[in-house]
């Protein structure tokens, strides 16, 4: 641990992130249609050219993720044999920052993480405000936390939501 700390000498910091979030459930589809803005102020001492944010629900889209291989070494082989319209995904994301049009950039590995590019690197102290409409095909609720049976429906992890950046940078996680 000391040697840890030794390396890392930024102090600790935590981001301050504020959500508003508006959204419906189409309880036939079984899909959420919303629109999310997120306030993201920059409490770090580094200038932050990107943010990472987390699509969870793409963790349902296929066999590679991580999810996929987790629950495959878990022994649970109903999501690998799964047709589509038991998975889950997120979709219709247009990412914007302070209302203007941003490029995003795809994980090089997970499908659930994506880069949202900002105009200008964000500042110490300042804030931006990230909003995307989103679409969230939910998935059967036998796979894990996010899912529904019939018209019961257990929802975590469905928004996108920015990665954590501490004193020790991302942890864009699937």
Same mark, same amino acid.
């Given at each position: 641990?000391?040697? *840890?700390?030794?390396?890392?000498?930024?102090?600790?910091?935590?981001? #301050?992130?504020?959500?508003?979030?508006?959204?419906? =459930?189409?309880?036939?589809? !079984? #899909? =959420?249609?919303? +629109?999310?803005?997120? #306030?993201?102020?920059?409490?770090?001492?580094?200038? =932050?050219?990107?943010?990472?944010? !987390?699509? @969870?629900?793409?963790?349902?889209?296929?066999?590679?993720?991580?999810?996929?291989? $987790? =629950?495959?070494?878990?022994?649970?082989?109903?999501?690998?044999?799964?047709? +589509?319209?038991?998975?889950?995904?997120?979709? %219709?994301? +247009?990412?914007? *920052?302070? &209302?203007?049009?941003?490029? /995003? #950039?795809? !994980?090089?590995?997970?499908?659930?993480?994506?880069?949202?590019?900002?105009?200008?690197?964000?500042?110490? &102290?300042?804030?931006?405000?990230?909003?995307?409409?989103? $679409?969230? !095909?939910?998935?059967? &609720?036998?796979?894990?936390?996010?899912?529904?049976?019939? $018209?019961?429906?257990?929802? /975590?992890? @469905?928004?996108?939501?920015?990665?954590?950046?501490? %004193? /020790? &940078? @991302?942890?864009?996680?699937?």
């Amino acid at each position: 641990a000391i040697l *840890a700390s030794a390396q890392n000498d930024k102090p600790y910091f935590q981001q #301050e992130v504020n959500y508003t979030i508006r959204v419906k =459930l189409d309880d036939n589809k !079984h #899909e =959420l249609d919303g +629109d999310i803005a997120v #306030e993201y102020v920059n409490n770090s001492p580094d200038e =932050l050219p990107f943010i990472w944010f !987390h699509i @969870w629900p793409n963790a349902y889209k296929n066999n590679g993720t991580a999810l996929a291989e $987790q =629950l495959i070494e878990d022994g649970n082989k109903k999501f690998y044999f799964a047709d +589509d319209e038991e998975r889950g995904w997120i979709s %219709n994301l +247009d990412f914007k *920052a302070d &209302g203007q049009s941003v490029k /995003t #950039e795809a !994980h090089p590995e997970h499908i659930d993480i994506i880069k949202v590019m900002l105009n200008a690197p964000l500042k110490p &102290g300042a804030r931006i405000t990230i909003s995307t409409p989103f $679409q969230v !095909h939910i998935p059967i &609720g036998e796979f894990s936390r996010l899912g529904h049976i019939e $018209q019961q429906y257990q929802i /975590t992890q @469905w928004y996108p939501k920015p990665a954590v950046f501490d %004193n /020790t &940078g @991302w942890h864009a996680m699937p």
